[in-house]
C-alpha cells in the first residue's frame, strides 16, 4: 500500500503560479512511476505529468513548457510546480502512483491504470 496526500491547490489569476505537493509513504516507495492527473467534471481524467524513481518524466502537450514535475525522494515527496497558469488548468488534481513496469510516457496516456491516489487538491484559476 502506497498512502498519497496532497498539498498547494488554491486559486490564482491566469498567469499565476502554483506549487503542489505530494507526500508518499508506505509499504514501499522505491520503483515506482508517480504522477500528477487532473479530473474537471464530465471530463475524462488526464495525465498531466510523470516521473519515475529515475528521474524520467513525461508531460502532456498542453502543460509541456509551464509545468514542471520533480521529486525529493529523500522527503518521499512529489511537487509539481505550475507557472503561466491559464483558466483551462482549473482541475482537482491528484497525485497518484503505480508500480512501474512501463515507461512514463506509458502510464501518462493511461491514467487509469494508476492504483495509488490522494485525496485532491482544487486549483482554479481565473481570467
Known amino acids: 500500500q502506497v498512502q498519497l496526500v496532497e498539498s498547494g491547490g488554491g486559486s490564482v489569476q491566469a498567469g499565476g503560479s502554483l506549487r503542489l505537493s505530494c507526500a508518499a509513504s508506505?509499504?514501499?516507495?522505491?520503483?515506482?512511476?508517480m504522477g500528477w492527473l487532473r479530473h474537471t467534471p464530465g471530463q475524462e481524467r488526464e495525465g498531466v505529468a510523470a516521473?519515475?524513481?529515475?528521474?524520467?518524466?513525461s508531460y502532456a502537450d498542453s502543460v509541456k513548457g509551464r509545468f514542471t514535475i520533480s521529486q525529493d525522494n529523500a522527503k518521499n515527496t512529489l511537487y509539481l510546480q505550475m507557472n503561466s497558469l491559464k483558466p483551462e488548468d482549473t482541475a482537482m488534481y491528484y497525485c497518484?502512483?503505480?508500480?512501474?513496469?512501463?515507461?512514463?510516457?506509458?502510464?501518462?496516456?493511461?491514467?487509469?491504470?494508476?492504483?495509488?491516489w490522494g485525496q485532491g487538491t482544487q486549483v482554479t484559476v481565473s481570467s
Open positions: 508506505g509499504d514501499s516507495v522505491t520503483n515506482i512511476c
Open positions: 497518484a502512483a503505480v508500480r512501474r513496469y512501463y515507461s512514463v510516457d506509458y502510464y501518462l496516456g493511461r491514467p487509469w491504470l494508476f492504483n495509488y
Open positions: 516521473i519515475d524513481t529515475d528521474g524520467s518524466t
